[in-house]
C-alpha cells in the first residue's frame, strides 16, 4: 500500500522573529505529516566565513505539500556564548511534528538526529565559547587557519551508531531521549532563529529544485557560505541522497477522481452506467440493459485484474530494494497503463450507446411555394 499523508494544524508558529527572547521555547511548527521525512543527504560542509560564524546543519522542511531541504549554512551567533539547537522531526503519535531550533546557552535536545559536523546526536562537538570568542574544533569544521586563529584540535569518537535517518521515534525513527540536562536546557533563555536565517528558509522553500518529489532526495545544494546564498560559488552539491517515499497525490474526499489523475485502478471514479435506453420498443430496451450490465462486468474485472497485477508489481520491486527512480518508472507505467484502460472503457461505453441509438427519420420535404 502506498503511503498518504495529510495535514493538521497543531500549534501555529509564524511570527517567529516576534517571541519574546526569555519566554521562547522549542515548540512545532504546526503541522503533522503522517508519510516520513526523506533520510539525510550527505554533503560537504562550505569553508567558514568567519569570526563568530556557527554551523547550522541542513534538514528537510516541510511546506506546499512536499518535504524540501534547507541547505546547512554558517549563521552569525546572535549573542556571545550561544549555540544553536538543531530543529528536528518526531513521531507525535499520528503523524511526524517538527520542532524549531534555537539559540540558547547550552545545546538541548534535538532528536538524537546524527546531522555531522559537531553534531552527532547529543550536545555540540565543533567548537566552545571562550572570554566572547568562538574557538573551532578543526576535527570536525572547514576552517581557514589563515584568516581564523581561535581554533584545536579535538579528535571525536562518534559513538552513536552510523545513520542517516532525520526523525525521532515511531516505525524505524532514532530511539534517543533527551537527558535531564538536555530538559534543563529547554526551560533556559533562548533566541529564536535569526532574520537571516528565516530568509533562508524561505529562499529554500522558494527553489522547486530543493523539494523532495524534485530531487528524489538528493538535494543539488547541500549546504552554502552563507544563508540565503543558494546561488553563491561556494555552495556545495549533495553528493549522496537519502531514501525517499514520495507521498501519494492527495485527492479531497469532496473533488471527484479524474481518471488523468489516477495512477491505480482502484483511484479511478466507479464505473457509471448511462441512462437507461427508452427507445418505446421493450424487447430492444431490454436488449440494451442487458448488454450495457455484460459491459459494466467486463469493464471491472479488467479493473480488478489490472489492480492485482501493479500491486504484485509493487511487492516485487519492494522485495528488490530499488532505488526511488526505478520506483517512480514504475508508478509512471502504472499510471499509463490505468489511463489507457480507462480511455478503451469510455471508448467501449460510446460505442455501445451509439448502437442503441433510433436512427434519425429523414424530415419530410416542405411543400413548395406556388409562384
Same mark, same amino acid.
Request: charged letters at 15%.
Given at each position: %500500500?502506498?503511503?498518504? !499523508? ?8 509564524? +511570527? ?8 521562547? +521555547? /522549542?515548540?512545532?511548527? #504546526?503541522?503533522?505529516?503522517?508519510? @516520513? ?6 554533503? $560537504? ?6 569570526? #563568530? ?7 528537510? @522542511?516541510? *511546506? ?12 552569525? @551567533? ?29 545545546? *538541548? !535536545? ?9 553534531? !552527532? *546526536? ?11 570568542? !568562538? ?36 516505525? #524505524? ?49 547541500? +549546504? ?7 546561488? $553563491? ?41 448511462? %441512462? ?13 440493459? /442487458? ?12 479493473? /480488478? ?23 517512480? /518508472? ?10 489507457? %484502460? ?30
Amino acid at each position: %500500500m502506498r503511503a498518504h !499523508f495529510s495535514i493538521g494544524l497543531l500549534l501555529i508558529v509564524l +511570527a517567529i522573529p516576534a517571541i519574546s527572547t526569555s519566554s521562547y +521555547a /522549542q515548540v512545532s511548527v #504546526g503541522v503533522s505529516v503522517t508519510i @516520513a521525512p526523506p533520510e539525510l543527504p550527505v554533503y $560537504d560542509q562550505p569553508l567558514c566565513p568567519g569570526d #563568530g560564524y556557527i554551523w547550522t546543519p541542513g534538514y528537510w @522542511a516541510w *511546506g506546499d505539500d512536499d518535504y524540501y531541504w534547507v541547505p546547512g549554512t554558517w549563521v552569525l @551567533a546572535p549573542e556571545a556564548g550561544f549555540f544553536w539547537t538543531p530543529g528536528y522531526w518526531a513521531w507525535g503519535g499520528s503523524g511526524f511534528v517538527f520542532y524549531d531550533g534555537y539559540w540558547g546557552p547550552v545545546v *538541548g !535536545f534535538y532528536g538524537g538526529i546524527n546531522y555531522g559536523y559537531g553534531y !552527532f *546526536g547529543h550536545g555540540y562537538e565543533g567548537g566552545r565559547w571562550d572570554n566572547g570568542h !568562538f574557538y573551532y574544533n578543526r576535527t570536525v569544521n572547514n576552517v581557514n587557519v589563515a584568516q581564523i586563529h581561535n581554533i584545536y584540535n579535538t579528535t571525536v569518537i562518534n559513538n552513536t551508531m552510523v545513520t542517516r535517518v532525520s526523525y525521532n521515534g515511531g516505525n #524505524g525513527g532514532i530511539n534517543a531521549r533527551p537527558t535531564p540536562q538536555e530538559e534543563a536546557a529547554a526551560h533556559e533563555k533562548h533566541i529564536p532563529p535569526v532574520a537571516a536565517q528565516i530568509q533562508h528558509i524561505q529562499a529554500a522553500r522558494a527553489k522547486p529544485e530543493l523539494r523532495a518529489s524534485a530531487n528524489l532526495g538528493k538535494p543539488p545544494i547541500g +549546504a552554502t557560505p552563507r544563508p540565503g546564498a543558494l546561488n $553563491d560559488r561556494g555552495i556545495v552539491p549533495a553528493k549522496e541522497g537519502g531514501r525517499y517515499n514520495p507521498p501519494a497525490p492527495i485527492r479531497p474526499e469532496s473533488t471527484p477522481a479524474h481518471p488523468g489523475n489516477a495512477i491505480h485502478p482502484n483511484e479511478l471514479p466507479p464505473i457509471s452506467r448511462p %441512462m437507461p435506453s427508452s427507445s418505446g420498443n421493450p424487447s430492444v430496451d431490454k436488449k440494451y440493459q /442487458q448488454e450495457q450490465e455484460k459491459l459494466n462486468a467486463k469493464q471491472e474485472q479488467e479493473r /480488478q485484474k489490472l489492480q492485482q497485477k501493479q500491486e504484485q508489481e509493487h511487492q516485487q520491486i519492494a522485495r528488490q530494494n530499488a532505488d526511488e527512480a526505478k520506483k517512480q /518508472q514504475l508508478e509512471q507505467q502504472h499510471q499509463q497503463q490505468t489511463q489507457q %484502460m480507462e480511455h478503451r472503457h469510455t471508448q467501449q461505453q460510446q460505442n455501445l450507446q451509439q448502437r442503441q441509438q433510433p436512427p434519425h427519420e429523414n424530415p419530410p420535404n416542405p411543400p413548395q411555394e406556388k409562384r
